[in-house]
C-alpha cells in the first residue's frame, strides 16, 4: 500500500515531530538579542528542573534572568515533581531543582546530587478546587463533591499537589460542617489519578471533569476564563512549599547561585506573586 | 562466485561474514537493553511484586482489554483488509492513508483526539452520554484507543496477505461454481493465516504496550483503566523495582506470544523461521 507523495512528506513529517517531543515539556527560551557590536562569548545554558506548576511564573523568570545576563540561555524541563527527582537520580543533566515539595528534594538529597542543607524555600501554593465553566454538575460547596456520580480529577498520590490533597481532604474530618465520611465519598468520585498537575487542569477546561483540585497558581490569569473557582477555606487548606536547590555537578555554580538568588529576591518573589504563588514572608 | 547447490545453501566466505557484521547494531540495540532490563530484576522482588494488588490489577486490565481490542481488531479489520487488498476503488489512495494516520500520530495527539470525540463533551460522545453511555475514563476507552492504535498494523499486514493471492485461483473457483463466502472461506482464508496471524500479533502486542493515548482518554485509575504501561511509567516515578518488575512481566507475555506465534506460522508453512 503506498499513500500518495504528499501524504508522505506529511506523515514523515509527523514522525519527526514526535520523535522530538518528549514527555515533559522542554522549553527553551531564546536569549534577548544583545546589543550590536558586542561580542558574544560562547553562551552558557543553565538547565533548570521545576515542577509543572511553576510553567508561566518560571518562564517569566528566566526571560528576565537572560535580559540582566546576556549570552545565558535559560532552558526549563517541567514535569511532576516526582518525574523531575527520578531523572535527576537517574543523572540527568540540571543545574537547578526546583520541587513542589519537600519529600522529592529529599529523594535527590539522599541520592547524593544535591548537598543536604542546600536547599531553601521560595514559595508557597495553596490548593483550590476547579469547575468547567458550565458547571453542569451544580458543584457550589466544598460539600457538593461528595455527591454521588461525579467525575472528579486528582494528581497521583506520587505528584506533590496530589498528595497535598489527599492531606486537605482528610482535614475535613475536623471540620463539623462535613460529614465523617466526606473523603471516601470525594475519593469514591475520583476517575482518573493524573500524572501531573497541569493533566488535571485541562481535564476540567474541557469538561471532561467535574472538578479537580489543583494550585491556586493553576486558576490564576490565563486558566481563570476558562474554569470556575471554588475557593478552599483556610482552616482546612494545606500550604505547599516549594524548596529550591542547585545541583551538586552544576558546570556553572556561579551563574546558578545567581538565578536561585533571582528567583528569592523581591523581583523574583514578584513575579511569582503575580502568577498566583504565594511569595515567602520577609 | 560461490557455488549454490539449492536456493538457500550459501558458501560463507570472508565477505558473507563481513555483510553479516552490519547487521549488529542494530540487533545488539534491541537484545542489550532487553538483556539489562533482565538482569536488574531480582527474582525475589519479581515474586513480591507479583503479589502486590496493583500489579495484579494492572496486568489483568491490560490482557483483558487487549484480548478484546483483538476480537474487534479482526472482526471489523478483516473486511477493510480485503477490500484494501483485493479491490480498486476511487479515492482508494485516501483510504489507504486514513489507514495510516493513527500510526503516525504522536499518542498525545491521538489521545486528544480521541478525547474530544468520545468524551462527554465531544461530538459522538456528547450523544452517547444522553443515552446514559459514559466512555472516557472506562475500560471502554482503553479499548477504542487500542483499536485506534493497533487496527492499523492488523489492516496492513492482513491486505498485504490478500492482496498476495493470485487472481487466477479466485477465478477458477468460481468458474467451479464457488460463492463469494465460499472462496473467502477456503481460498483465501487459508491461503493468507500467516499474514492475518502475524498481523494479530503486531496489532496485540501495540496495544499491549499503548500508553500515551490511553493516559489522556481513559485516564489512570488503579483496577479499572489502569494497564501495565500505566502503572509502568507511574512506577517509575514511586519505585523503580516496581517498575522493572512490570516490564519485566511486560516482556515476558511479549516474548511469549511472539515465540507461539511463530511457531505456529512456521507450522502452517512447513518452513523453516
Request: net charge neutral; glycine share 6%.
Amino acid at each position: 500500500m503506498r499513500a500518495p507523495p504528499a501524504i508522505l512528506i506529511l506523515t514523515i513529517t509527523l514522525v519527526f515531530i514526535h520523535i522530538f517531543s518528549a514527555c515533559s515539556t522542554i522549553l527553551p527560551t531564546q536569549p534577548e538579542n544583545a546589543q550590536q557590536g558586542q561580542n558574544i562569548t560562547a553562551e552558557t545554558t543553565l538547565l533548570i528542573l521545576a515542577a509543572a506548576s511553576l510553567s508561566e511564573s518560571f518562564v517569566e523568570i528566566g526571560l528576565v534572568f537572560e535580559k540582566s545576563h546576556p549570552g545565558v540561555h535559560v532552558i526549563f524541563n517541567f514535569a511532576g515533581s516526582q518525574q523531575l527527582a527520578q531523572q535527576i537520580v537517574q543523572g540527568a543533566p540540571a543545574d537547578v531543582f526546583a520541587s513542589a515539595n519537600q519529600k522529592h528534594m529529599d529523594v535527590v538529597i539522599s541520592d547524593g546530587r544535591i548537598q543536604k542543607g542546600s536547599d531553601q524555600p521560595f514559595a508557597n501554593n495553596r490548593l483550590i478546587v476547579i469547575l468547567p465553566n458550565e458547571n453542569h454538575a451544580d458543584i457550589l460547596t466544598l460539600q457538593d463533591l461528595a455527591k454521588p456520580g461525579l467525575r472528579l480529577v486528582v494528581a497521583a498520590e506520587e505528584v506533590p499537589v496530589g498528595l497535598y490533597s489527599q492531606e486537605f481532604l482528610s482535614r475535613t474530618v475536623l471540620d463539623a460542617s462535613f460529614d465523617p465520611d466526606y473523603k471516601e465519598k470525594v475519593m469514591a468520585n475520583v476517575v482518573s489519578y493524573e500524572n501531573n498537575v497541569k493533566a488535571v487542569v485541562s481535564k476540567v477546561i474541557l469538561g471532561e471533569a467535574d472538578a479537580g483540585i489543583v494550585y491556586t497558581s493553576d486558576s490564576s490569569e490565563n486558566n481563570a476564563k476558562n474554569i470556575l473557582q471554588l475557593p478552599i477555606p483556610d482552616n482546612l487548606n494545606v500550604t505547599a512549599v516549594y524548596p529550591i536547590a542547585p545541583l551538586k555537578d552544576s558546570h556553572h555554580p556561579m551563574l546558578t547561585k545567581a538565578f536561585i538568588d533571582f528567583v528569592i529576591s523581591p523581583e523574583g518573589q514578584e513575579i511569582l506573586a503575580r502568577h498566583g504563588l504565594i511569595a515567602l514572608g520577609p | 562466485m560461490s557455488k549454490s547447490k539449492s536456493p538457500i545453501k550459501i558458501q560463507i566466505t570472508s565477505k558473507e561474514h563481513l555483510w553479516r557484521l552490519t547487521t549488529l547494531p542494530l540487533l545488539l540495540l534491541f537484545a542489550v537493553p532487553i538483556l539489562i532490563l533482565l538482569t536488574r530484576t531480582m527474582p525475589g522482588h519479581l515474586i513480591n511484586n507479583l503479589q502486590k494488588k496493583e500489579v495484579i490489577q494492572a496486568i489483568s486490565i491490560s490482557l483483558r482489554t487487549t484480548t478484546i481490542s483483538l476480537f474487534i481488531t479482526i472482526l471489523l479489520g478483516t473486511p477493510v483488509a480485503y477490500l484494501m487488498g483485493r479491490r480498486s476503488f476511487p479515492l482508494k489512495r485516501l483510504i489507504d492513508a486514513l489507514i495510516d494516520l493513527p500510526t503516525v500520530l504522536p499518542p498525545s495527539v491521538a489521545g486528544v483526539a480521541l478525547l474530544i470525540t468520545f468524551g462527554r463533551k465531544g461530538l459522538l460522545g456528547g450523544v452517547l452520554e444522553n443515552w446514559g453511555v459514559q466512555v472516557a475514563f472506562t475500560q471502554a476507552a482503553v479499548i477504542i484507543t487500542q483499536l485506534f492504535i493497533g487496527s492499523p498494523f492488523f489492516i496492513r499486514a492482513a491486505s498485504l496477505g490478500f492482496g498476495s493471492i493470485d487472481p487466477d485461483i479466485e477465478q477458477a473457483a468460481q468458474l467451479d461454481g464457488a460463492g463469494r463466502w465460499q472462496i473467502f472461506r477456503y481460498i483465501i482464508l487459508p491461503l493468507s493465516q500467516n499474514a492475518l496471524l502475524s498481523g494479530s500479533m503486531m496489532s496485540w502486542a501495540r496495544s499491549l504496550g499503548e500508553f500515551g493515548a490511553t493516559m489522556i482518554f481513559a485516564g489512570n485509575f488503579p483496577g479499572r483503566t489502569q494497564t501495565m504501561p500505566t502503572a509502568i511509567y507511574l512506577g517509575f516515578e514511586i519505585d523503580l523495582e516496581l517498575a522493572l518488575t512490570l516490564s519485566v512481566i511486560l516482556l515476558a507475555i511479549a516474548l511469549i506470544t511472539v515465540l507461539v506465534v511463530k511457531a505456529i506460522a512456521a507450522r502452517n508453512d512447513n518452513r523453516i523461521w
